[in-house]
T-cell receptor, first 113, second 108 residues
């Protein structure tokens, strides 16, 4: 089954404790992306990757890091989480950035206290 | 100014009604346009891509006006299952920009 998986689905953590949210896709897609969704603000792109070892900042990259060492995986790293990073996070992938539909993972609900 | 703007609604319509959603985008370099559907904080799912010539998929019709930087979605014969939030999405230079969504509730 074609899918994007994210782990964990739910996470409560404390300020400053480094965490990683994993994202994996089994569709051999080149493009992968991370979004955060906040009430009243919609989905905002954090980082995206056009292919292995090619990552770029989206609209709201501050406080986040990503890596793309393998085509299927695109982890999101919060080196020192803060309460303003409490949000619903989605990973997505697509074959090409501008022509193909994005498939989204189920989301990760993160709370930073 | 937001890259993509949508009327947040909510739209409450009876079953069988026709409803239209509008969206405007600010970046003239935008290349691709989409409507996504999102149910109650679940992941967004593609409803349809939007082409300059306009396109239709069953009860759904999407239109794009590049000159006015305007996108629309028309839903005919609304069903209860159409209740969701509809997201207007634009791609410009490999980045995706989402509207905040328009909430639709179809009432029996």
């Amino acid at each position: 089954e074609a899918q994007v998986t994210q782990n964990p689905r739910y996470l409560i953590t404390v300020t400053g404790k480094k965490l990683t949210v994993t994202c994996s896709q089994n569709m051999n897609h080149e493009y992968m992306s991370w979004y955060r969704q906040d009430p009243g603000l919609g989905l905002r792109q954090i980082y995206y990757s056009m292919n292995v070892e090619a990552t770029d900042k989206g609209d709201v990259p501050e406080g986040y890091k990503v890596s793309r060492k393998e085509k299927r995986n695109f982890p999101l790293i919060l080196e020192s989480p803060s309460p303003n990073q409490t949000s619903l996070y989605f990973c997505a992938s697509s074959r090409l950035a501008d022509s193909y539909e994005q498939y989204f993972g189920p989301g990760t609900r993160l709370t930073v206290t | 100014r937001k890259e993509v703007e949508q009327d947040p609604g909510p739209f409450n319509v009876p079953e069988g009604a026709t409803v239209a959603f509008n969206c405007t985008y600010s970046n003239s370099a935008s290349q691709s346009f989409f409507w996504y559907r999102q149910d109650c904080r679940k992941e967004p799912k593609l409803l349809m891509s939007v082409y300059s010539s306009g396109n239709e998929d069953g009860r759904f019709t999407a239109q794009l006006n590049r000159a006015s930087q305007y996108i629309s979605l028309l839903i005919r014969d609304s069903k209860l299952s159409d209740s969701a939030t509809y997201l207007c999405v634009v791609n410009a230079r490999n980045q995706f920009y989402f509207g905040t969504g328009t909430s639709l509730t179809v009432i029996p």
